[in-house]
């Protein structure tokens, strides 16, 4: 008759899942709320944008025929190229063709410019940065409790 006591071991092991579970949990909260993280995600943002301004193209100009088999597709298509329009500000012309074949011509020139060392200064500065080598190291150590030694 060890029924009683499997089902008490179940619901036991089921607590200490769920102990588990809400540690993991607590965990990350106090890792995303500490000073240092959110130092560091700051940087990698604010340093992000920057360098994504820094590789967009400057001037979008282009012509794009295209079509599909069937129209539904061609208008499904066309519907998320119209999303799209807020980043090439109208400066590539789409043309559909609802016509039973599967067509794809176009040309599209970009001007812009990516310098080599913005990227060597971006990725310097986030090595070199203390909140993220902080963030870095309690990641990689976060097994290991906040006040024992490693």
């Keep these: 008759m060890g029924i009683p006591s499997k089902i008490f071991k179940k619901i036991r092991n089921l607590t200490l899942t769920i102990k588990k579970f809400c540690g993991k949990i607590n965990w990350y909260k106090e890792f995303i ?54 980043f090439h500000k109208n400066a590539i012309a789409v043309t559909p063709l609802f016509d039973s074949e599967n067509v794809l011509e176009g040309e599209v020139m970009l001007k812009g410019r990516i310098y080599g060392i913005m990227l060597l200064k971006t990725a310097a500065e986030l090595y070199f940065n203390k909140h993220i080598k902080y963030v870095i190291h309690r990641w990689r150590h976060k097994e290991v409790n906040h006040g024992e030694r490693e």
């Design 33 to 86: 709320n500490h000073a240092q993280t959110r130092a560091a995600l700051s940087l990698v943002w604010k340093d992000g944008k920057k360098l994504v301004r820094h590789v967009l193209p400057t001037r979008i100009t282009g012509k794009i025929t295209f079509g599909c088999e069937d129209p539904s597709i061609t208008g499904t298509v066309l519907a998320v190229l119209g999303m799209t329009i807020p």
